[in-house]
């Protein structure tokens, strides 16, 4: 039996607030907020977290034979994104990393590659609009990665439903910073009958009704098309999820695995789950619960539930900061020199520290960041093991806040921080307050993307403050 | 580990030291010119005199060709070494050993940097091709590091440690002012340090060193032919370099209050010119102030206070023009900027101005003369970031010993 052996959802930590937006443009005012991926994220590095987070709960003997990665907003094109977060989670070669790009729909490719194997899907979007549209204010950015396996499954794989349908309702030429649509009715009218006939195909194949279905996630770009899917698949509307329209926001390609990963965290036992995705046609997938899943839920951090990470955000994002990050604004950078793009053979000599942050320790126990040859005390050569450092905490021995240092969103918080059980590292704070840093903090690892430069993204490794999201 | 030091077998004869400042209308070519003609004629000798050059320079220019060029120097060997900020330094410790070793009578060590034709604020440094992961912090906040950490070590409060750091500054801009080749040729007062905007950490804009052009040149002779020369050569007492495992950052044990490799070279530098008791046998210290916090934990590292006391020391005023051993004499990096290449031996200038008494309104009293109890002076430069960099310290004294 194949299905989900275990899952994971990262949600930024920055939000917008559409009261901020409304105020900055004049415009009306609608309510809640959207999640906005920092200055120093993008698809691959949250689709790196959200794995992280996935792979906690699996066993170590867990050998996924791929890595499919799926997002409306890749930060290659031509190199395989997927590879990134391939070295990022220290996966062997032997492993597949692949790319499934450019569409909303990509992501029920990804899972459905995955399901097939013993693989993961990372969905992961960025989304963003024109000032003023609505896909800036109603867009939300995140990630969701899923598991699949045969062993300690939590959710079965029940069946699949599918309508393909080719018309023009959302498009996005490469390059553009904004996607369009066609008169919204329009759309409306073309998925209407395509949910149907998917959702009663996948019911069918797994031999359920609609009554036997406990909680439903629709998702899609086409909000009224979406919002009428229920009543047409004859779904009690109780079982609908939250969308998170009033939080987050829609995260496009990522949403539907966000949805799902916040209905599992507190999901019961056979329970059957549908999932409806509405995107140039649509998918259905039926998944039932199984009692793995209680003791999944009890193992799991409570920080890194999706309702943690939504009460853990930071909700003071100004619109013009917000703007800068996602390339809209263009603001006076500091009077320093650009940063050099990251260059080819020494990442490639380095990848493992670069990408899983791995140390090496010496005879005595001592462990050097970056990786070292030749020990401290002793002098002897090669006399190291490496040691992956990812997944390890850390305190912050000493700090400081650099005002002239270069950065898309300044000032830098530079820290010295001591892993626990050993290791030194001087590294870039993020998703952090400056004011309210200390010494003795405790901080964790989170994968980002330092800069761009030439078109090389340069992801590395940063520290983020310790946050126990639960309130 | 074998350090003998060449006590006593050098000599400087003439010295040279341009400007510090923002040279817009001069090149680096100009600035050695400058310099160098100026040391020349310092010792009383022409261009040809010369049998060796060492130049010292990070950014300005690589190979002899630096300076052979402008100089028009006819076919000798000119030797080109960087050693971080520690560049002119190390220029003056390689042309030391080629007199001492007798392979040439007369050398010039020459330090030069332009760093005002970057365009950019600070110091810029290319680095070699890399694969992205290095910390990326400037140089003030790799040195603001130090604030926090001693502050915590010692139980001095926050607003105390800033009065410290303030007072550091004002010091050093206290005695640039009397010094007609400072780039900040004015006193800046106690409550302007104290407000200006914050660059790093704790540190404000006035708790940095200037960015500045300037050059400085030396000539060495063996001592037996020194007064050939002059009346009055100041001779090299000891030079010590010391570059470290750069442990630092990546050390739990390192506590961002001290500088290992500063205790390193410190003392060997002690050993080699036989000096016990630094702090009263000095007759002045001029020393690596790129930052205030920099020259608190030098005080200490330097052995010019115990550890943990150097801030009182710095609030009683030990270090100023008129205390007890006067550091910065000549206004230090504070003042004067730093244009690597050159600071070493800009440092060295004072020592040799102070020590022969030429140094006007800003001597210090008591030194310089013909009975001065206090014959010796220390220059210390340092390279790098807390935890990991290169330390340079020399003595050079008016006496034989």
Not at chain 2, 305 to 322: F, P
Not at chain 2, 364 to 380: F, R, Y
Request: glycine share 10%; aromatic share 8%; with cysteine.
């Amino acid at each position: 039996m194949t299905g989900i052996i275990s899952y994971g959802a990262y949600i930024p930590y920055w939000r917008l607030q559409r009261s901020t937006l409304a105020s900055a443009l004049g415009s009306g005012g609608a309510k809640g907020a959207r999640a906005v991926a920092s200055f120093d994220e993008d698809t691959t590095s949250m689709g790196v977290e959200a794995s992280r987070i996935a792979l906690r709960g699996v066993s170590e003997k867990y050998s996924p034979q791929s890595l499919w990665f799926a997002t409306a907003e890749p930060g290659y094109l031509d190199k395989t994104n997927a590879n990134a977060i391939h070295a990022a989670l220290s996966l062997e070669s032997s492993v597949n990393a692949f790319d499934c790009l450019g569409s909303v729909r990509s992501g029920i490719a990804a899972v459905h590659a995955a399901a097939s194997g013993n693989s993961i899907a990372v969905l992961s979007d960025i989304r963003t609009g024109l000032p003023g549209g609505s896909d800036e204010s109603m867009g939300g950015d995140g990630a969701a990665a899923l598991c699949f396996g045969t062993e300690n499954v939590i959710a079965e794989f029940l069946s699949t439903g599918t309508s393909t349908s080719e018309f023009v309702d959302r498009w996005r030429t490469p390059g553009d910073q904004a996607s369009k649509q066609w008169e919204e009715r329009f759309g409306e009218y073309a998925y209407a009958p395509l949910v149907e006939v998917a959702f009663n195909e996948a019911l069918k194949k797994a031999n359920l009704t609609a009554a036997d279905v406990s909680h439903s996630i629709f998702s899609g770009l086409h909000t009224r098309a979406v919002k009428a899917a229920p009543k047409s698949c004859g779904i009690n509307l109780d079982t609908l999820r939250d969308d998170f329209a009033a939080t987050l926001g829609n995260s496009g390609t990522a949403h539907w695995g966000v949805m799902l990963a916040n209905v599992l965290d507190t999901a019961q036992p056979n329970e059957v789950i549908a999932i409806v995705v509405l995107a140039d046609g649509v998918n259905v997938i039926l998944l039932r619960t199984t009692e793995a899943l209680s003791a999944h839920q009890k193992q799991q951090d409570p920080s890194l539930t999706v309702q943690a990470q939504i009460a853990a955000g930071r909700n003071d994002l100004s619109y013009a900061q917000f703007l800068t990050w996602r390339g809209f604004l263009h603001r006076e950078p500091p009077r320093r020199p650009e940063p050099d793009r990251p260059t080819g053979p020494p990442s490639l000599r380095t990848a493992a520290w670069k990408y899983g942050l791995y140390g090496s320790r010496d005879e005595s126990g001592f462990i050097y960041l970056p990786p070292a040859r030749v020990s401290l005390q002793s002098g002897s050569i090669d006399k190291m093991e490496m040691v992956r450092m990812a997944d390890i905490r850390a305190t912050i021995a000493t700090y400081t806040v650099d005002h002239l240092a270069f950065s898309m969103s300044p000032p830098v918080v530079a820290a010295v921080i001591d892993f626990d059980g050993g290791g030194r590292f001087q590294c870039e704070l993020t998703d952090v307050d400056p004011a309210s840093v200390k010494i003795g903090d405790r901080v964790e690892m989170s994968f980002r993307k330092l800069y761009t430069q030439d078109g090389i993204h340069n992801y590395f490794w940063k520290a983020k403050p310790v946050r126990t999201g639960v309130k | 580990m074998a350090s003998h030091g060449i006590r006593d077998k050098v000599a400087i004869i003439g010295m040279g030291c341009t400007n510090f400042g923002e040279h817009w209308n001069k090149s680096t070519d100009d600035l050695l010119i400058d310099s160098s003609s100026a040391a020349l004629a310092s010792a009383g000798i022409a261009l040809d005199d010369v049998d060796a050059f060492w130049l010292g320079t990070m950014g300005s220019g690589l190979s002899g060709l630096t300076l052979s060029r402008p100089l028009k120097i006819q076919h000798k060997p000119v030797t080109h070494v960087e050693n971080y900020c520690a560049t002119g330094s190390e220029a003056f410790r390689n042309a030391c050993y080629a007199v001492a070793s007798g392979a040439y009578d007369v050398v010039m060590a020459i330090g030069v940097e332009k760093l005002k034709d970057s365009g950019y604020s600070g110091l810029v440094v290319s680095a070699p091709a890399s694969d992205g992961t290095q910390a990326t912090v400037t140089a003030p906040a790799s040195f603001s590091l130090l604030a926090p950490a001693y502050a915590n070590k010692y139980g001095v409060d926050e607003a105390e440690l800033k009065d410290v750091l303030t007072r550091i500054a004002w010091k050093n801009h206290r005695n640039g002012a009397l010094n007609s080749r400072a780039q900040f040729k004015k006193e800046v007062s106690k409550e302007t340090i104290a407000a200006s905007p914050l660059i790093a950490g704790q540190l404000g804009i006035f708790d940095c060193s200037g960015v500045s052009d300037g050059s400085a040149a030396a000539i060495i002779v063996r001592v037996e032919d020194a007064h050939k020369y002059t009346d009055r050569p100041i001779y090299v007492k000891a030079l010590s370099f010391v570059a470290g495992p750069a442990a630092g950052p990546i050390d739990p044990s390192y506590d961002y209050t001290t500088f290992d490799e500063v205790v390193h070279s410190a003392n060997d530098a002690y050993k080699q010119a036989g000096i016990t008791d630094p702090r009263a046998e000095l007759a002045m210290a001029e020393v690596h102030d790129c930052f205030t916090p920099t020259e608190l934990v030098l005080m200490e590292d330097l052995g010019f206070a115990e550890r943990g006391t150097a801030w009182k020391e710095v609030l009683a005023g030990t270090y100023d023009l008129d205390g007890e051993l006067p550091v910065n004499p000549d206004g230090g990096l504070k003042s004067f900027g730093h244009p690597i290449g050159a600071s070493g031996l800009r440092m060295l200038f004072e020592c040799w101005t102070q020590l022969r008494g030429e140094a006007g309104a800003r001597q210090i009293p008591g030194v310089g003369q013909k009975d001065s109890v206090k014959t010796k002076a220390l220059t210390h430069n340092l390279g790098g970031a807390p935890g990991a960099c290169v330390s340079f310290v020399s003595v050079v004294g008016s006496e034989l010993d």
